[in-house]
T-cell receptor
């Protein structure tokens, strides 16, 4: 397996634009997570899905953020409209179960988002 | 919100020395996990210790867990330059179906 695949790796956009981040989890993993990492706040859980169903979205900052998982092999995180404070590295991770089980989470390489 | 907090925030050592990082957490847990993050990369799972375990080994890694003190430590023995990375602890909050909460990490620098 190629691991968790995220795209794009880097995204630079202007304030007010829509941004869509994409993730392909590991085949057979039932849980998918979106995290955001900044120097100030560390790694924050935004939302997670189990069997394609959103379970906990309490970390989604506000209505500008939305996430979907239309099938077991694809998820998107959308920010509309984007703001400079959204600049961060966004990680997608997947696992066999919500707490990771014995093998833990497998993370993608992240998308570095810069909003100017 | 952060469940785990690592200490120290940064650690610099020479190759061959041991590195010890600590993690404190607030609520009861089912298990605690440690992850490594190399610069510009995603996190990589290192080791998991369950709440009924006190110590666990994996290669040069040794993890301890003290549930009475709500703390864990990660020891890397005979460190190498390649161990330079940030290390994070993550906890599950002892609730079924909850996602992991990560601390802010310890940045380890190993110089040759």
């Amino acid at each position: 397996d190629a691991g968790v695949i995220q795209s794009p790796r880097h995204e630079v956009t202007e304030m007010g634009q829509e941004v869509t981040l994409r993730c392909k989890p590991i085949s057979g993993h039932n849980s998918l997570f979106w995290y955001r990492q900044t120097m100030m706040r560390g790694l924050e859980l935004l939302i997670y899905f189990n069997n394609n169903v959103p379970i906990d979205d309490s970390g989604m900052p506000e209505d500008r953020f939305s996430a979907k998982m239309p099938n077991a092999s694809f998820s998107t995180l959308k920010i509309q409209p984007s703001e400079p404070r959204d600049s961060a590295v966004y990680f997608c991770a997947s696992s066999l179960e919500p707490t990771g089980g014995g093998q833990g989470y497998t993370f993608g390489s992240g998308t570095r988002l810069t909003v100017v | 919100s952060q469940q785990g907090e690592e200490d120290p925030q940064a650690l610099s050592i020479q190759e061959g020395e041991n590195a010890t990082m600590n993690c404190s957490y607030k609520t009861s847990i089912n298990n605690l996990q440690w992850y490594r993050q190399n610069s510009g990369r995603g996190l990589v799972h290192l080791i998991l210790i369950r709440s009924n375990e006190r110590e666990k080994h994996s290669g040069r890694l040794r993890v301890t867990l003290d549930t009475s003190k709500k703390s864990s430590s990660l020891l890397i023995t005979a460190s190498r330059a390649a161990d330079t990375a940030s290390y994070f602890c993550a906890t599950d909050g002892n609730q079924a179906g909850t996602a992991l909460i990560f601390g802010k990490g310890t940045t380890l620098s190993v110089s040759s």
